[in-house]
């Protein structure tokens, strides 16, 4: 096994691995340290799932898996860039392409009704959505901006929305008949298996048997009534109508990949209700559904009969609609036309950064009602844009910082829900039970969405450990963003507060409800003072954003450590949600914006957790590189013609090779770079020319999900004498 795996991923993150890659493969062999990669992409996990249709050439192993038990030993030391989470509309987009390639997969069954179907559906399934992140996080969250980068942010401040007390910007939300008002919870005093089933009164169906939970396990559950949903959409479409602000819906519909995609559905059919009303049979009939979003519904009422007229029919209910927010108003990308084109952690932080402005089909900024139908954590943003809406924006240059610790280890929380999330079939009651002792119910109607989550009692404890840990080495504000009067969250603090208690810590944390926490969070970093928030795995993702965005201008330059339950390390290297963007524009005009600030960040806490002192000297040389890249502006441009990804690249090397020849801890170490790097700065102005020859000129990768090596190598590393010196 190798010292470091390196996790092949998607989109730009990959792109710029192909660059970095080789870079510290040679710097790390001279550290007797190496690097091996395990291909966790979408295309890679796609393939790995059907052996049985491929050539042995095509065929891959099960790399996600093979990471899945090493992240369970001491030993495993994983960088884990940022992978597709991806939806229906995504992964039907990768198959395509590998079916393109030569790669005879089965289409994905939209409604499978044989077996072999219903195999093949489940398989694509297991492949969709967070596929990756529960397998892997076999640890608990803890997550900041690097002293490096926080201390650059404040140097040179990001731009940032002007904030007015008049905004109409809000956020609109259930509040009752959703996820959080439902929600009922136990705590397990024994072991048990579980089983789900469903009540009509004619009969009982077991939806799930067969989950085993060990002793001390929180299990919640809870529904969304799909009546009182469909009632919130009409309502906020009205209210919309009247404020004149744009309507922007914001979801998790990857990582909640089985019932996200049905509320945005929703979502897409109260939008277009009179169309759904006139031609609802029509669309059933020939597979058009709102689920994956108005682009591909959009192109099966294309193939349609009188596709043309229905499609005039949504054009004119469009255009007596509130205007949509829009992902690209050049290209007419609505807000409801990709499930994951708007993810609420990286949309909501755009809202509220600009302050408060969405654009608009006329390509203009407008106030926006963020739509977030499950109330469990909308406060957070309508609490954060109120804020915003009294004090003003925040100042970058003088802003603390939030730090997180979150309990995601093992499944935790909603993330791991998706095994027991069902579309309720048949009005009745929906049962949690215990052998013949029932622990939970709900009575449902057709058509609601049901639900239940857990957290162990391991991986609790050790997110409360972790909380004390980083308290103690920040001595700052620590907060549980837990609510008392929330049914899974009182059981949370069931641990929690005899913990703290146990360890003389108490006086040292707050528990707080979300909306407060808020507040009191935001005080602190005005303050310029350090706040650290202690939460569950969603609002994990969700601050892990929020407050980043807000300080450094991105989540992509994060410090993410989790430190594996059985002793092993897992180092993650930032958000990846503008990554299509970025693929996008190096097509178009061989310019790639990635920063790998991220996967620097990563390598550095890599392997200083590496055994051995040259790995410990090899760690601290890249922090030295990473403060120097900062502080000498060399991340990449936005724009063509300014440096990119890949000269940020050469630069990382350049200095890297630097501080290896100039410490002293190691003389070999020092020896064996001084000559690299006098090479590297006496070839700079060759290598940056050469870097930039084919700037604004379109480029082939030959695939987007799976991309050709050969050409993604001509295009990443496109500098001869670089790749002379570094090869």
Request: aromatic letters at 6%.
């Amino acid at each position: 096994m190798a010292d470091i795996i390196y996790t092949k991923v998607d989109e730009a993150p990959q792109l710029a691995s192909a660059s970095l890659l080789p870079i510290i493969q040679k710097f790390l062999s001279a550290a007797d340290l190496s690097v091996e990669t395990r291909d966790i992409s979408l295309a890679g996990r796609i393939i790995a799932s059907f052996p049985e249709v491929l050539t042995d050439a095509q065929r891959q192993s099960d790399a996600l898996a093979e990471l899945g038990e090493l992240v369970k030993t001491p030993e495993a030391n994983v960088i884990k860039l940022p992978n597709i989470s991806a939806s229906v509309p995504q992964l039907v987009a990768a198959v395509k392409e590998l079916q393109a390639q030569g790669y005879a997969l089965p289409d994905y069954p939209e409604d499978p009704q044989t077996d072999a179907e219903k195999d093949v559906r489940a398989r694509y399934d297991a492949v969709k959505g967070s596929a990756v992140n529960p397998v892997l996080r076999e640890g608990n969250s803890d997550r900041r901006a690097p002293a490096a980068v926080k201390a650059f942010a404040q140097a040179n401040p990001h731009r940032m929305g002007v904030w007015d007390s008049a905004s109409k910007t809000r956020v609109a939300t259930m509040g009752a008949n959703d996820f959080r008002s439902n929600e009922q919870s136990v705590t397990l005093d024994d072991a048990a298996t579980l089983r789900i089933e469903l009540d009509t009164g004619n009969g009982v169906t077991v939806l799930k048997d067969g989950l085993d939970m060990p002793a001390g396990t929180i299990v919640d559950s809870t529904f969304m009534s799909a009546k009182a949903l469909k009632a919130f959409y009409d309502k906020t479409i009205a209210d919309v109508a009247q404020e004149g602000t744009l309507y922007s819906l914001h979801m998790k519909a990857t990582m909640m990949k089985v019932s996200d995609p049905i509320i945005f559905g929703h979502c897409v059919r109260q939008y277009l209700a009179p169309v759904f009303e006139k031609h609802g049979a029509a669309f059933e009939a020939a597979g058009v559904t709102p689920n994956a979003g108005l682009g591909v519904m959009l192109e099966k009422i294309g193939e349609m009969d009188n596709g043309q007229a229905i499609l005039s029919e949504i054009d004119a209910t469009l255009a007596d609609r509130p205007p949509l927010y829009m992902v690209n108003s050049d290209k007419g990308i609505t807000n409801l036309h990709v499930p994951s084109d708007v993810i609420i952690d990286a949309s909501m932080p755009a809202v509220i950064r600009a302050g408060g402005k969405g654009w608009g089909p006329d390509g203009e900024e407008h106030d926006t009602t963020c739509v977030i139908p499950d109330s469990s954590y909308a406060g957070v943003y309508s609490e954060t844009i109120d804020y915003f809406k009294e004090t003003g924006a925040l100042d970058p240059a003088t802003a603390g910082t939030v730090q997180n610790v979150g309990l995601m280890a093992q499944k935790a929380e909603e993330y791991g829900s998706h095994p027991t999330t069902f579309e309720i079939a048949e009005a009745g009651t929906v049962r949690v039970m215990n052998g013949d002792t029932e622990l939970m119910s709900h009575a449902v109607e057709a058509g609601d969405i049901w639900r239940m989550a857990s957290a162990r009692k391991a991986p609790i404890e050790n997110w409360v450990e972790l909380a004390i840990e980083r308290q103690a080495a920040e001595n700052c504000q620590a907060i549980f963003w837990l609510d008392s009067t929330r049914a899974h969250d009182a059981e949370l603090i069931k641990y929690v507060e005899p913990m703290l208690a146990a360890k003389g810590v108490s006086d040292k944390f707050e528990i707080m409800a979300p909306i407060p926490a808020t507040r009191a969070s935001l005080e602190t970093i005005r303050a310029g003072k350090t706040s650290i928030a202690i939460t569950g795995n969603v609002l994990r993702d969700y601050l892990t954003d929020l407050f980043p965005i807000l300080e450094v201008g991105t989540s992509a330059k994060m410090l993410s450590v989790v430190k594996l339950m059985q002793g092993g390390g897992l180092f993650e290297t930032g958000a990846g949600g503008s990554a299509p963007k970025h693929v996008q524009q190096l097509v178009e005009e061989n310019h790639l914006r990635w920063d790998s600030l991220g996967e620097f960040c990563a390598l550095g806490e890599s392997l200083r957790f590496a055994e051995g002192s040259k790995a410990s000297v090899m760690g601290q040389a890249v922090d030295a590189a990473t403060e120097k890249l900062l502080a000498e502006g060399k991340s990449p441009g936005r724009k063509v013609g300014q440096d990119d990804n890949r000269a940020s690249h050469f630069h990382f090397a350049l200095y890297w090779a630097e501080a290896l020849a100039e410490q002293t801890e190691d003389a070999a170490l020092a020896e064996t770079f001084a000559p690299l790097a006098k090479a590297l700065s006496e070839n700079a102005e060759t290598i940056l020319a050469e870097l930039k020859a084919g700037a604004g000129s379109p480029v082939d990768l030959g695939g987007y999900f799976n991309t050709d090596p050969k050409k993604t190598a001509a295009v990443m590393r496109p500098s001869k004498t670089f790749n002379g010196l570094i090869d």
